[in-house]
């Protein structure tokens, strides 16, 4: 099995347990190689509600680990501006570890609550 089998795998068994609710929606993390992207969702409608990826941000001079803790902070910072404060988050499978926990970290900083 790959790595990518592996991670979905694990993805999988840990979402049979963790769903986001309308109270407490669900914050979840995909990371690929070069970027990383973040995610709120409310499960029980189905819907996204606040999104945010290093996509357009200015990267120069800054290491994979900074831009994820900025993207927490932003994720954070918009989700405060629609009135969500407490979240479930999930990790996507990865090791809670590195970029992963930077964002989360990021997140924290920013106000969100999990």
């Not at 994820?68 to 989700?79: D, N, R, T, Y």
């Not at 499978?93 to 997140?107: M, N, P």
Request: proline share 1%; aromatic share 6%.
């Amino acid at each position: 099995m790959n790595k990518v089998a592996s991670r979905n795998k694990r993805h999988i068994r840990v979402r049979k347990h963790l769903a986001g609710t309308t109270a407490r929606p669900r914050l979840a993390v995909y990371r690929s190689s070069q970027h990383i992207y973040a995610q709120i969702i409310d499960d029980a409608q189905g819907k996204t509600l606040v999104a945010e990826s290093d996509m357009k941000l200015e990267k120069k001079g800054k290491t994979k680990m900074d831009i994820s803790f900025e993207i927490g902070k932003k994720l954070a910072e918009k989700a405060l501006k629609k009135a969500i404060q407490e979240v479930v988050f999930d990790r996507g499978g990865y090791a809670y570890h590195g970029r992963v926990e930077k964002l989360a970290s990021g997140a924290r900083e920013g106000g969100l609550k999990f």
